[in-house]
């Protein structure tokens, strides 16, 4: 293994997203994450789409996976040796499941003191909603973000991306690499956990302060931004751009930019709170002088003239786009079966630790041996895994 992370092990459990989100960040730093699978037809699955698919294979690069049967004692037994050399632990199953199958931090620390267990749920490992499963779409709903969302009147509307999901996943990961930092000085693993519901409340964060600093209830705002304006979407002769065109200053030279001294002077946008209060007829003036212009067009000048704007693209739009060329989003990995692939690139950038060796996502159990042999066990044993299936 390569990387800043190479001297660590990761003992992957999770399933779906969030949990995969988690340890994919260990992954691509170069942690050797070891992806365990139930074997081939043992009534369980990752139940994140298709293998082949775009999203597992964006999700599991840069492990390796071994195929481990944790509901059968011998399985057990093996995956508890493997603990005894692993840094950490990671899992996304309901909170009662890992004490049913007896892999729980108390279970594990016996066998490792230094052993770090990473969870994530859907509401919190304890409390009222603790046994309930966790999905994307109701965090979204109770996380509050689904109720800003959309336009104003129209009902609630979900993220288009699975916000919690990845929320929680980052969280944990960040909670895990605060601990192996802690280990450092203590010696000691501990058990980190975060929640979808918890990472979405979380992300809310200057919307969900509102409530708790000020008791606003913040509401639907469509394109607008809630408080800085004006901020929004607006139509050019070709299309739509974002502009974000608050304060003072900016929104002068916003309106300087689009030949519209007038709007800086008119005493209904003159001011911060009089463009608050007016906004509605502000962004109908705007959109009258924006409509000038081509998208293009209009973003270039824009920021040649200090206001920030940008295209709203399309995928494949934005991966075409130089600046995210530029910035590698577009990784690539070659897989053994389907070739030459792209996956999504960090979105962290470090000036002197890399990790260039990135691998494309696992085939079931395609490591299972090689992963066997390294903890202790023979061949003659592995064959024997196989042939009663514990791998």
């Known amino acids: 293994m390569t990387g800043p992370l190479a001297r660590f092990t990761v003992l992957d459990l999770t399933r779906v997203r969030a949990g995969p989100t988690c340890v994919r960040y260990f992954a691509d730093w ?19 789409g298709p293998r082949h698919g775009p999203d597992f294979q964006n999700l599991h690069r840069n492990k390796r996976s071994i195929t481990l049967n944790l509901k059968e004692p011998e399985g057990k037994a093996i995956f ?9 632990v990671v899992e996304n199953y309901r909170a009662d499941v890992k004490y049913r199958l007896g892999i729980d931090y108390d279970s ?28 994307d779409q109701i965090a979204q709903g109770m996380g509050g973000i689904m109720y ?27 909670g895990i690499l605060i601990a192996l930092l802690e280990r450092e000085s203590s010696g000691e693993g501990q058990w980190v956990s975060s929640s979808l519901l918890q990472a979405m409340i979380s992300m809310c964060d200057f919307q969900a302060a509102r409530w708790t600093l000020a008791h606003e209830v913040p509401g639907q705002a469509g ?15 070709d299309g739509y751009i974002n502009i974000a065109a608050s304060g003072g200053h900016i929104y002068k030279r916003f309106c300087d930019s689009v030949n519209a001294p007038e709007l800086y002077t008119d005493e209904r946008f003159a001011t911060g709170p009089a463009r608050a209060k007016n906004r509605d007829a502000l962004n109908a003036e705007i959109d009258k002088r ?17 206001v920030p704007a940008g295209p709203i693209y399309k995928m494949d739009e934005m991966f075409a786009d130089p600046q995210v060329k530029h910035l590698k989003m577009a990784y690539p990995v070659k897989h053994p079966t389907l070739g030459d692939q792209e996956v999504i690139g960090q979105a962290i950038n470090m000036s002197r630790s890399k990790n260039d060796n990135w691998t494309a996502t696992p085939e079931q159990g395609e490591h299972t041996d090689t992963i066997l042999k390294e903890f202790g066990y023979d061949t003659s044993a592995v064959a024997d895994f196989r042939k009663r299936g514990i791998v």
């Open 223 to 237: 394109n607008n931004h809630p408080t800085s304006i004006p901020t929004g979407v607006f139509k050019t002769k």
């Open 148 to 174: 800003i969302t959309g336009m104003p009147g129209g009902g609630p509307v979900r993220a288009g991306i699975a916000v919690a999901d990845v929320g929680s996943g980052l969280h944990c990961a960040i």
């Open 80 to 88: 508890m040796k493997m603990v005894e050399k692993a840094d950490v």
């Open 290 to 306: 924006v409509g000038a212009f081509g998208s293009a067009e209009l973003v270039e000048k824009l920021n040649k003239d200090g």
């Open 30 to 48: 170069g942690a050797n994450c070891i992806k365990i699978e139930m074997p081939p037809g043992a009534g369980d699955s990752d139940m994140g």
């Open 108 to 135: 594990l620390k016996k066998v490792n003191p230094k052993i770090i267990l990473g969870s994530i749920s859907g509401f919190g490992q304890d409390g009222p909603y603790a046994e309930r499963a966790g999905f």
